[in-house]
């Protein structure tokens, strides 16, 4: 029996829907975290490369890259706590 047939058993059992939106909302928060992660080593890799082009507009680069990571941290908090509400439900 496979993972996923595991999963999506049909029952009428009010617990298999419950452990069903657990599973909803750590796999949202994982992919939150994740998304968050590759978005934040993108602004990295660009800002490391802008700054080895044009070395005098360091500050300026980074100031934007602080800021622009920040918002994207906050997107993923949000998402993240919306997965751990869904799992609490």
Do not use: C, W, Y
């Not at 070395?55 to 706590?81: K, S």
């Amino acid at each position: 029996m496979s993972l996923m047939t595991i999963f999506l058993q049909v029952t009428n059992d009010a617990a298999a829907n419950f452990s069903m939106s657990h599973l909803g909302g750590a796999i949202g928060a994982g992919l939150a975290a994740i998304g968050a992660g590759i978005g934040i080593g993108q602004i990295g890799r660009g800002a490391v490369e802008s700054i080895a082009r044009q070395p005098e507009a360091a500050n300026d680069i980074r100031a934007n890259m602080i800021l622009t990571a920040a918002f994207v941290e906050g997107v993923a908090l949000f998402a993240v706590i919306a997965g751990i509400l869904a799992v609490l439900k």
